[in-house]
């Protein structure tokens, strides 16, 4: 499929592409917070952040709360 028809796709269902990996990286972080035993850090760079910073910063602002007391609370 070529990156147009992908948009255009995307974009009849009020879509975008980044929005979609926003989503499937926080499904899977909050997965791997759940059900592993991995580091904060190896679970930012597993999902596909270069920084665990940037991981911390995303987290957050999906879930109001840090990587850390999601795990926590769960």
Not at 48 to 61: H, L, T
Request: net charge positive.
């Amino acid at each position: 499929m070529s990156t147009r028809t992908l948009k255009r796709r995307l974009a009849e269902k009020e879509l975008t592409f980044r929005n979609q990996v926003q989503l499937i990286q926080q499904k899977s972080a909050q997965d791997l917070l759940t059900n592993s035993s991995l580091s904060v850090a190896e679970i930012a760079f597993q999902t596909g952040f270069s920084e665990q910073s940037a991981f911390n910063r995303a987290f957050k602002r999906w879930t109001k709360l840090s990587p850390l007391e999601y795990r926590k609370s769960k």
